[in-house]
């Protein structure tokens, strides 16, 4: 099983500001890897597949980026509907697996 | 416009066993897989599994932790995803949600909370 490692647990950021998420694989998932958008009481929300597609409807400030076992999402210039928690996940074999997730809070 | 919604869930006593309903709309079901996965109080999200689409005749995948107590079933006529938890523990207590998509999830419910107590 492939176990993946968000970093940081916590983001502290104030709206407007650069948020730099980080996810690593504990071996190579290619471009297996989706980002999503978790808000309490909310349907989850894919941001991400392919390691850097954006999926339909998702502003352009969300990109990811990387291959192999370190990727990461970011996020241009934070609004207020983006403090939420952020999770990864590779899809490169089974099982899936799912990173411990980072809360992007505000500052 | 894509919409999934999970249905019951509860508190259910360890042993028991639960079914939960995912009814789709805003696309053709029939041609995608469907998939489930859930997140414990506190924890981050856990794929459980899924089930192909006919043409892929409706095979299954099942995380380690549910296999041969979780079985995914659909009714392509209805627009339904099953999900039959039996011999549930108190580690299966979860929002479970069900997701379109088999590697990747693209639409999403907004969960059912799944109490396993006595």
């Known amino acids: 099983e492939i176990v993946m490692t968000q970093s940081p647990a916590t983001l502290s950021v104030s709206p407007g500001e650069r948020a730099t998420l980080s996810c690593r694989a504990s071996q190579s998932v290619s471009s297996s890897l989706a980002w999503y958008q978790l808000k309490p009481g909310q349907a989850p929300r894919l941001l991400i597949y392919g390691a850097s597609t954006r999926a339909t409807g998702i502003p352009a400030r969300f990109s990811g980026s990387g291959s192999g076992t370190e990727f990461t999402l970011t996020i241009s210039s934070l609004q207020s509907e983006d403090f939420a928690v952020y999770y990864c996940h590779h899809y490169n074999n089974w099982p899936l697996t799912f990173g411990g997730g980072t809360k992007v809070e505000i500052q | 416009e894509v919409q999934l919604v999970e249905s019951g869930g509860g508190l259910v006593q360890p042993g028991r066993s639960l079914r939960l309903s995912c009814t789709a709309s805003?696309?053709?079901?029939?041609?995608?897989?469907m998939s489930w996965l859930r997140q414990a109080p506190g924890k981050g999200l856990e794929w459980v599994g899924f089930?192909?689409?006919?043409?892929?005749?409706?095979?299954?995948e099942y995380a380690a932790s549910v296999k041969g107590r979780f079985t995914f079933s659909r009714d392509d006529s209805k627009s339904v995803a099953y999900l039959q938890m039996n011999s549930l523990t108190t580690e299966d207590t979860a929002v479970y949600y069900c997701?379109?998509?088999?590697?990747?999830?693209?639409?999403w419910g907004q969960g059912t909370l799944v109490t396993v107590s006595s």
């Open positions: 805003g696309f053709t079901f029939g041609d995608y897989a």
């Open positions: 997701a379109r998509g088999r590697i990747y999830f693209d639409y």
């Open positions: 089930i192909r689409s006919k043409p892929y005749g409706e095979t299954t």
